[in-house]
């Protein structure tokens, strides 16, 4: 049996898209990939981003919102940060093979209606969906 590819998400608050794309890699990546979340600020998964997961029939209501601190020395393939701050607040990662940024734009701040901030959330969704079937998927 081969090794599982190791994947770290990184976003400021561990609150949306990092916990979504742990979720889509666990779900879309299945037994290949090790898929975990962490944020520069632990805070909470946001029900709208579970509610965006549950749209396309993924359960992430068991995740939960971790620092970066219990990462850092830890053997990874890929440290993916998926929001600017992230990026740019970002420490080093020793044991980290790559280090990618995939800017993707905070839906949370579209706060016009339940409905406009949920299509947000999914809109987001579906573009991480998309990043990790392009540029994950095809290594593992």
């Not at 742990?22 to 898929?35: I, M, N, Q, S, T």
């Not at 992230?86 to 990618?100: D, H, Q, T, V």
């Amino acid at each position: 049996m081969t090794e599982k590819i190791s994947v770290l998400f990184l976003c400021t608050h561990n609150s949306a898209r990092s916990q979504m794309a742990e979720g889509l890699l666990r779900y879309l990546g299945g037994d290949l990939f090790d898929a975990f979340s962490a944020g520069t600020e632990k805070t909470f998964v946001k029900p709208v981003a579970i509610d965006a997961m549950a749209e396309m029939g993924v359960d992430i209501t068991s995740q939960e919102s971790k620092t970066l601190d219990q990462y850092v020395s830890r053997k990874l393939d890929y440290v993916i940060t998926v929001c600017d701050d992230a990026n740019e607040s970002c420490p080093i990662f020793p044991y980290a093979g790559k280090r990618l940024h995939w800017s993707i734009e905070d839906p949370s701040h579209v706060t016009v209606s339940p409905e406009k901030r949920l299509a947000a959330f999914i809109q987001a969704r579906d573009i991480l969906r998309e990043r990790i079937q392009r540029e994950l998927l095809t290594v593992g």
